[in-house]
């Protein structure tokens, strides 16, 4: 089956540092690969998102690439903010008849300081 | 638009008391998911919806039951909590078919089960 691993937190980094989320995963065929983000409080929401290998996606900063050869699609951002504060989720959905059904990784909690 | 809404936001239960967990969509989605999120868990799959009348098993659903009469409905139902359904519950809808695979999270609800 499907399965997503990521790098276990909490991170705690000083603004203006680079993050680097590893994640890993486990699929059949060609797999969608999400990067969700949850705010203190509040529900997920797409960060970004890859359909393809080699694709990148980005958003707000963050930009995370489809690597198919080693199963990884690691969130990276070069400046992080304190209003990044917030717990990461790596997630994939299986093509063909998965009903888009999302496996997740475990969330890694970042917290950045002023 | 309002989005993915769910009711109520927080509540708690009793041992072997019921209750029902509404989520509703405004954007017209067929597909739509209840999760829970634990600690340390990420967010585990417990039923969902492919359509109006439909409804399937997801990862974890023993002692929860959905119902999905209407379309931009899907309801969860615990028939006699229990201490472990302790738990934030997320409900999600997609549109799906091609670039359409990206998830819409509620605000979630917040259950404790004396």
């Known amino acids: 089956g499907n399965s997503v691993t990521q790098m276990e937190g909490p991170v705690t980094l000083s603004e203006e540092a680079f993050l680097t989320i590893n994640c890993t995963y486990t699929?059949?065929?060609?797999?969608?690969l999400f990067w969700y983000v949850q705010y203190p409080g509040e529900g997920l929401q797409l960060l970004l998102k890859?359909?393809?290998?080699?694709d990148k996606g980005s958003n707000k900063g963050f930009e995370a690439t489809y690597r198919k050869e080693t199963t990884s699609f690691h969130l990276e951002k070069g400046s992080v903010q304190v209003s990044d504060s917030a717990v990461y989720f790596c997630?994939?959905?299986?093509?063909?008849?998965?009903?888009?059904?999302?496996?997740f990784g475990k969330g890694t909690l970042l917290t950045v300081n002023p | 638009n309002a989005g993915v809404t769910q009711t109520p936001k927080f509540r708690v239960l009793k041992t072997g008391q019921s209750m029902t967990l509404l989520c509703a969509q405004d954007m017209n989605h067929e597909y739509m998911y209840w999760y829970r999120q634990d600690p340390g868990m990420g967010l585990r799959l417990i039923h969902y919806s492919v359509g109006e009348g439909t409804t399937a098993k997801g990862e974890v659903p023993d002692g929860y039951n959905v119902s999905r009469l209407k379309k931009q409905n899907f309801l969860l139902g615990l028939e006699s909590a229990a201490p472990s359904q302790t738990s934030v519950y997320f409900c999600a809808s997609i549109s799906g078919g091609a670039g359409k695979d990206t998830q819409y999270f509620g605000p979630g609800t917040r259950l404790t089960v004396l």
């Open positions: 997630a994939l959905t299986s093509p063909g008849g998965s009903n888009y059904k999302l496996t």
């Open positions: 699929a059949t065929g060609y797999p969608s």
């Open positions: 890859a359909t393809k290998a080699d």
